[in-house]
């Protein structure tokens, strides 16, 4: 008996690309189920629109506690679930703070992926039940580039334990799809951004920072290295290009990219610009934010991307900035009016 719909299951559904990518696949008809960690606090925010909605207009989406770092737990979804697509989002994603927590970075973000590669296999072993299988890996793998631009045949060399960790979760899908013919596929994405952006990565902390400066929230803005350079597109772009990849009758490996770069330093003056400002008088330099190890220089080449999906992005840089200043200068109104009526206590803890 085939199914009315495809059922999807999207680990990391609670960030910024579990997000877009849960409203993506929601709109495309899918029945989707998000996994989500434990947490003292709600950590569902980015969802919660989707999540009321059910109640509303009936959408499928349901969430399943589980983390990365329990394999019998992904397991048993996977069994119980039986997902037609799995789109691995879940990862200590953060480069910085990947040289604090090594450790825990390479068990949620590499061996994590082997625990559920290893659920899938054993449902195809023991039930002859194929599932498709999306790995994000990440442009941070190319690390001390070895050829600019970047594409799917340049060597890696990563450069911060979040780059290893990713590279092993990269070759291991490989290698199930060698091994055991998995269809199975990996993104490696260039740096995507949007208003729902982790406010620690450094786009977000800037057009925060800019739009609190300029309602005279907040007085500067600290950063490390101003002179790296990244492709930045926009996430909601990005994950149409996860989606097409698990629609091709082959799997494979896709460089997702704008083929455009520029620096932390034109991020500042695009962002402050917007806002009538000049970002040299606000920014000031913090070693604290520098790393051990740096990524100068990510440029992407998306041409087999564009030419085998028929992927291409929408949001150009300026567009991108443009539309993240505007969305924080909202949040930094709002912020204002309360502080303004002098309820700070629930605004949240900075
Ligand atoms: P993000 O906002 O940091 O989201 C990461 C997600 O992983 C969150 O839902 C988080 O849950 C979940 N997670 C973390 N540890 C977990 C664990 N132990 N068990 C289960 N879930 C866990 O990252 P993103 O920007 O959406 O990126 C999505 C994926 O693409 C990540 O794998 C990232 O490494 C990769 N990637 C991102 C980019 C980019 O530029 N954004 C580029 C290339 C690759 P909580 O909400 O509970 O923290
Ligand atoms: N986070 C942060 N904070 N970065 C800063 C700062 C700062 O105060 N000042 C300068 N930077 C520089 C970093 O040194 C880095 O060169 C660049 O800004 C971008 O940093 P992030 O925004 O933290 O992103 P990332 O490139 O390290 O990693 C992101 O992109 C990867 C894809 O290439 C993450 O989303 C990863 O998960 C993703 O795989």
Same mark, same amino acid.
């Given at each position: 008996? &085939? ?8 680990? /990391?559904? &609670?960030?910024?690309? #579990? $997000?877009?990518? *849960? ?6 008809g899918?029945?989707?189920? /998000? ?20 109640? =509303? %207009?009936?959408?499928?989406? %349901? ?16 069994? =119980?679930?039986?997902?037609? =697509? ?9 480069? +910085? ?21 290893? *659920?899938i296999?054993?449902?195809q ?5 194929q ?7 990440s442009s941070?793998?190319?690390?001390k580039?070895a050829?600019?631009?970047?594409r ?10 979040? #780059? ?6 990269h070759?291991?899908?490989?290698n ?8 199975? $596929?990996c993104?490696i994405?260039?740096?995507h951004? $949007?208003?729902?952006?982790?406010e &620690?990565?450094?786009? !977000? ?5 800019? &739009? ?10 600290y950063l /490390?290295?101003?002179? *790296?350079? +990244?492709d ?9 290009? @996860?989606?097409? @990849?698990?629609?091709?009758?082959t ?14 330093r034109e ?9 009538g ?13 520098f !790393?051990?190890a740096?990524?100068?220089l ?9 030419g ?10 300026? =567009? ?13 109104r +709002?912020?204002?009016?309360l ?12």
């Amino acid at each position: 008996m &085939t199914r009315p719909t495809k059922r999807a299951l999207v680990t /990391g559904i &609670t960030g910024q690309d #579990g $997000s877009y990518l *849960a409203e993506f696949l929601l709109d495309k008809g899918y029945e989707v189920h /998000g996994l989500v960690r434990r947490s003292s606090t709600f950590g569902t925010q980015r969802i919660e629109h989707l999540y009321r909605d059910i109640h =509303e %207009v009936e959408r499928p989406l %349901v969430l399943h506690h589980g983390d990365m770092a329990d394999g019998n737990g992904l397991a048993r979804l996977i069994r =119980e679930i039986r997902p037609d =697509e799995v789109y691995n989002l879940a990862a200590q994603s953060h480069v +910085r703070v990947s040289f604090d927590q090594p450790t825990y970075t390479a068990d949620v973000t590499a061996v994590g992926v082997l625990r559920l590669l290893e *659920a899938i296999r054993d449902l195809q072993d023991a039930a002859g039940y194929q599932i498709r299988f999306y790995q994000a890996s990440s442009s941070e793998m190319f690390g001390k580039v070895a050829e600019t631009p970047q594409r799917e045949t340049t060597p890696f060399h990563p450069r911060s334990p979040y #780059g290893v960790a990713k590279l092993y979760a990269h070759w291991i899908t490989v290698n199930y799809r060698e091994s055991y013919g998995l269809h199975v $596929s990996c993104g490696i994405l260039f740096n995507h951004e $949007s208003p729902r952006r982790g406010e &620690t990565f450094v786009t !977000r902390k800037i057009t925060r920072a800019a &739009t609190r400066i300029k309602l005279g929230l907040q007085s500067k803005l600290y950063l /490390g290295n101003l002179d *790296a350079r +990244r492709d930045w597109g926009f996430a909601g772009d990005y994950v149409e290009a @996860m989606w097409l @990849m698990l629609q091709q009758d082959t799997p494979d490996d896709y460089v997702v990219a704008t083929d455009a770069t520029f620096s932390v330093r034109e991020f500042c003056e695009q962002a402050f610009g917007r806002l009538g400002l000049d970002y040299r008088d606000f920014v000031a330099i913090d070693q604290r934010y520098f !790393r051990p190890a740096e990524v100068d220089l990510l440029l992407g080449c998306s041409d087999k991307a564009r030419g085998q999906l028929g992927w291409q992005p929408r949001v150009s840089f300026p =567009e991108l900035v443009t539309l993240m200043v505007d969305a924080d200068l909202e949040l930094a109104r +709002r912020e204002q009016v309360l502080r303004d009526a002098g309820l700070n206590s629930i605004l949240p803890l900075r």
